[in-house]
């Protein structure tokens, strides 16, 4: 029997392009994990969900981000074909179901989820859309990511390899990390940027906030050079001028909205002006999406 789970919880959660997706469910049969070489064994995974990058040591691995929970089997096999090793660490660069649905079988086979603390907050007591309404349950305890850090840095190491995680405050959600490794300039975002040319969702119902993800994106300005290879949260490998385009667009969508803020104007009158019309004709997809991110920036300012 064609086996079929909805994914529309971590899907909406994720970005505006998935939000099509999340009304069908998902035949997981059909999807395939490709995997691209970034050099000095690192690898780029992509299926269905954000992006995941593995690293591979002299005697373990460490991955970042898992997926859906449905797709654990051909991640594991996708990861076994770059190398035998055992899998020691997942990192999770924030809580939304698709980076975060494979923590549970990972773990259970004796993978270390690691996450920013927020995480371990928001999977233990389930949270709510924002935008959707859609709520979405807590998860089994055996998927809340056994080792946790709150703010600044933490060193996740194996075999010679090391993920340095950094958390941003409040900027796709309030549990980010961004994770670079050194030794191979690659520098993977998470979802304070995607590469798909579109706007990103900024969860502010959990703590989400266009501040944030400025303030990430003028992190990675610093940290990458020509050369970085920048593994997204949605969409292709990137580079830094892609970047350099996302956050431009980011500025101007803050200054504009925060200037109507500032002046005590009600969301409703906000969306009705339409403040990002220029910006919504190449980076929404939809008038709904465009409608969507006003609100989103808004929102940003509104935070309780
Ligand atoms: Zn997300």
Not at 12 to 27: E, I
Not at 65 to 88: E, G, R, T, V
Request: proline fraction near 4%.
């Amino acid at each position: 029997m064609r086996k079929t789970i909805s994914a529309a919880l971590g899907l909406a959660a994720a970005l505006f392009t998935g939000a099509a997706l999340a009304q069908q469910p998902v035949d997981w049969d059909k999807i395939q994990i490709r995997t691209t070489d970034l050099g000095n064994k690192t690898y780029m995974l992509a299926g269905q969900g954000g992006n995941i990058t593995v690293a591979v040591g002299s005697d373990a691995i460490i991955m970042i981000d898992s997926q859906f929970a449905p797709l654990h089997d051909k991640i594991k096999a996708a990861i076994a074909a770059i190398s035998p090793l055992p899998i020691k660490y997942l990192v999770n660069t924030h809580f939304h179901g698709d980076h975060t649905g494979g923590n549970g079988p990972f773990q259970a086979d004796g993978v270390i989820v690691v996450a920013q603390d927020n995480i371990r907050i928001r999977l233990t007591a389930g949270t709510q859309n924002g935008i959707t309404g859609n709520k979405t349950p807590p998860v089994a305890p055996g998927a809340v990511p056994k080792e946790t850090y709150v703010g600044g840095t933490r060193n996740v190491e194996a075999g010679g390899r090391v993920a340095k995680l950094t958390h941003v405050n409040n900027a796709h959600t309030d549990g980010d990390s961004w994770v670079y490794f050194a030794d191979a300039n690659v520098l993977c975002t998470g979802d304070t940027f995607n590469n798909l040319k579109k706007y990103q969702t900024i969860d502010f119902a959990n703590g989400g906030d266009v501040r944030g993800m400025i303030a990430a994106n003028e992190i990675y300005l610093k940290v990458a050079n020509d050369q970085t290879r920048i593994v997204p949260g949605h969409g292709g490998l990137a580079t830094r001028a892609d970047v350099v385009e996302f956050h431009k667009m980011l500025v101007t969508a803050r200054d504009r909205i925060q200037k109507l803020v500032d002046e005590g104007k009600t969301e409703e009158e906000v969306i009705a002006m339409k403040p990002l019309a220029d910006l919504d004709a190449t980076w929404a997809n939809s008038e709904q999406q465009a409608k969507d991110y006003t609100k989103m920036v808004y929102n940003s300012f509104k935070r309780s």
